[in-house]
């Protein structure tokens, strides 16, 4: 073999393992993100059923803390 290509079969070789090891970091990355996905799903859900727990009954307005709270109808209550 010339000497010419022989340093291209080196530098061939040489970017193979370079892709390679490329590819492997990639997939550990890949790998790492996923579970950091899984983990905040299962944290999302737990926070799901926090909040499901607390939840009261919906048809129950005095509930309701966006509900407008109008004084003159607690007049009318003690009224009665």
Known sequence: MSPDTDTELRRGEEA???LESQ???L???VGALGDRID???E???ARRED???GA???DDEDDDPLAFDDPEAD???EDD
């Open 56 to 58: 009261d009954d919906p």
């Open 75 to 77: 007049e009318d209550d």
């Open 16 to 18: 193979e393992e370079a």
């Open 43 to 45: 944290r999302l859900e």
């Open 27 to 29: 997939e550990e990355r």
């Open 51 to 53: 909040a499901d727990d």
């Open 39 to 41: 983990g905040a799903k």
């Open 23 to 25: 590819a492997d970091e």
